[in-house]
């Protein structure tokens, strides 16, 4: 299916644990991005990537790891997951000003 | 510093109604904006989009004003309906490195009342 896809849509990992969220998109788009969101701050911007192997941060960017070796795909890794990562992450994909945005995954860590 | 601000965090109208959700913004550079809509357990979707150079755009029951001396943009649905009960965020891309970012407001919860 063509679009942009993000598993698993529900995770539950512990406080420590390194998790790692797929986003994956069938347009060849050349932007990917990475944001959570939470209550009161809307959308924020984690990690971007302009290419395959470019990739930059975002607003908030610590506690996390990307890598974007091929165009399709954008993996987010929290490397020692935290209480305060507890949210709802959201994936997107652009060739232009507009953003197409992934189904999230929400992410608990206890 | 949020740079998009939506002030309002909910919003409640009566069907048929108008519903206005308003946005400021501090960057005077911002030369696009757009609204997003957001339903439960769903990604952002794209709703609409003005440029600077207009004071305002139409799309259907959906209309956008940009009142740029007071660094405002509003985004009026006429008539509101149940199924525009939605988060609505509004946007503006930001140049930063080789990449436009998109930069969010917090959103606005709207319920329509049937």
């Known amino acids: 299916d063509a679009g942009i896809t993000q598993s698993p849509r529900y995770k539950i990992t512990e406080t420590g644990r390194q998790v790692t969220l797929m986003c994956h998109q069938t347009w060849s788009h050349s932007y990917m991005f990475w944001y959570r969101q939470d209550l009161g701050h809307g959308l924020r911007l984690i990690y971007y990537?302009?290419?395959?192997?470019?990739?930059d941060k975002g607003e908030v960017p610590d506690g996390y790891v990307v890598s974007r070796s091929k165009t399709e795909n954008f993996p987010l890794t929290l490397e020692s997951a935290t209480r305060s990562q507890t949210s709802v992450y959201f994936c997107?994909?652009?060739?232009?000003?507009?953003?197409?945005f992934g189904s999230g995954t929400r992410l608990t860590v206890v | 510093d949020q740079q998009v601000k939506q002030n309002s965090p909910s919003l409640s109208v009566q069907e048929g109604r108008i519903s206005i959700l308003n946005c400021d913004y501090t960057n005077s550079m911002f030369d696009y904006f757009l609204w997003y809509k957001k339903y439960p357990a769903e990604g952002p979707t794209f709703l609409i989009s003005?440029?600077?150079?207009?004071d305002k755009n139409e799309d259907g029951r959906f209309t956008v004003f940009l009142n740029k001396s007071a660094k405002h943009l509003s985004l009026h649905i006429v008539p509101s309906q149940p199924g525009d009960s939605a988060v609505y965020f509004c946007a503006a891309p930001v140049l930063s490195g080789s990449a436009r970012q998109l930069t969010f407001g917090s959103g606005t919860q709207l319920t329509v009342l049937p």
């Open positions: 997107a994909s652009s060739e232009g000003s507009g953003y197409t």
């Open positions: 990537s302009a290419a395959a192997d470019i990739t």
């Open positions: 003005i440029s600077s150079i207009k």
